[in-house]
């Protein structure tokens, strides 16, 4: 029997991103689909869709139709389109008029953090935090509710904190950010896979398959990395 072939997936995303979210549950579906042949690490890579909003953020419906130039009918159609896109595959978006989006860079040094002292939790604590902002409405800038986030899956809550209080990984956050903006990706999600094979957006499952499966199919005995 063969082996399965070992990829390095890089999924560069944001937490306010409701395509970053279709696009990380569509490629874990596709990787349990291929589980027989595939096997994947996958390295949570941070970007910012709005680093400059303050920690109290703005309300969501002002900030989408002032940045694309939308109407509001058009803004809840695409809602919408969303809305189905996520239910299928088991994520629910309840993003609605009145609901507020933020700055997500504590987000992310957490979610730095978590993947240096706890790989095995990071990719738990990005959907949790996915969930937090899309499905319950949380604010993911509030430093309180990141840490309690971080506790309910299974990171120390007191240790996250600290971290969040500190400034820690701000720095490293930053250098990731313009490593993969200087790289050419500018917008979300982008999935990278030995450091080479780029697949954009929230892509539907069968699309992220036969994309792994055909890199699996050529890829080396040991996957480059794009540091």
């Known amino acids: 029997m ?24 569509s490629l874990q579906a596709a990787l349990a689909n ?3 042949s595939v096997e994947a690490d996958i390295h949570l890579q941070p970007f910012e869709l709005n680093p400059q909003l303050p920690p109290e953020g703005e309300d969501a419906n002002e900030h989408l139709m002032h940045k694309y130039g939308m109407g509001e009918e058009q803004l809840e159609t695409n809602r919408a389109a969303i809305r189905e896109r996520a239910a299928a595959l088991g994520f629910a978006f309840n993003m609605r008029k009145g ?8 987000a992310h040094r957490l979610l730095h953090w978590a993947g240096l002292e706890h790989p095995d939790l990071a990719l738990p604590l990005k959907q949790a935090l996915l969930r937090a902002y899309f499905s319950d409405g949380e604010n993911v800038a509030d430093r309180e509710i990141l840490a309690r986030i971080a506790g309910n899956v299974g990171l120390d809550a007191d240790a996250a904190r600290r971290v969040l209080d500190s400034g820690e990984h701000a720095d490293a956050v930053r250098v990731q950010e313009r490593t993969y903006q200087q790289a050419g990706i500018h917008a979300v999600p982008a999935t990278i896979v030995n450091g080479q094979y780029l697949i954009s957006g929230g892509q ?18 040991s996957p480059s990395t794009l540091h």
């Open 2 to 25: 063969t082996s399965p072939v070992r990829l390095r997936i890089d999924f560069v995303s944001d937490v306010a991103c409701p395509w970053c979210a279709i696009g990380l549950a």
């Open 34 to 36: 291929l589980s027989d």
């Open 99 to 106: 609901s507020r989006i933020y700055n997500t860079f504590d």
């Open 204 to 221: 539907p499952p069968e699309a992220f398959e036969n994309a792994l499966r055909e890199i699996a199919a050529q890829a080396p005995a």
